[in-house]
């Protein structure tokens, strides 16, 4: 049984930094079938794939995939003891205010389109909330 569970919300000033982290069990964060990401949201809105991760051969780093809204100031990395990942947010912007969610899913997604999009995923963790404001 899949489970992701996040960490690290919290409320900080614009500028800002916070990190997530989400954890999995259920399957190992080293599985090249399994596809991760990072979503949030805000009420009354979709779901926005934020940034993804995922490995293709044995051996390699991981790729990963951000939306524009969050390239140049959050970064994904993978934890492999924890089996889990991890995610720097830095500048935050009051934008950037929204629950936080981890997904993960087995089947194949070989777009950046794809891996960003919610209907992708079938587990997801609780969220944590981040609020970003003055």
């Known amino acids: 049984q899949v489970q992701l569970v996040e960490s690290g919300g919290g409320s900080v000033h614009p500028g800002g930094s916070l990190r997530l982290s989400c954890t999995a069990s259920?399957?190992?964060?080293?599985?090249?079938?399994?596809?991760m990401a990072w979503f949030r949201q805000t009420p009354g809105q979709e779901r926005e794939g934020i940034v993804s991760?995922?490995?293709?051969?044995?051996?390699?780093?991981?790729?990963?995939d951000y939306a524009d809204s969050v390239k140049g100031r959050f970064t994904v990395s993978v934890d492999y003891n924890q089996n889990g990942m991890h995610l720097e947010m830095n500048s935050l912007k009051p934008e950037d205010t929204a629950m936080y969610y981890c997904?993960?899913?087995?089947?194949?997604?070989?777009?950046?389109?794809?891996?960003?999009?919610?209907?992708?995923?079938?587990?997801w963790g609780q969220g944590t909330q981040v609020t970003v404001s003055s």
């Open positions: 997904a993960a899913t087995s089947s194949p997604l070989d777009t950046t389109s794809a891996r960003l999009m919610s209907r992708s995923y079938e587990h």
């Open positions: 259920g399957f190992h964060v080293s599985d090249q079938k399994v596809n």
């Open positions: 991760l995922y490995l293709r051969r044995p051996g390699t780093h991981y790729y990963d």
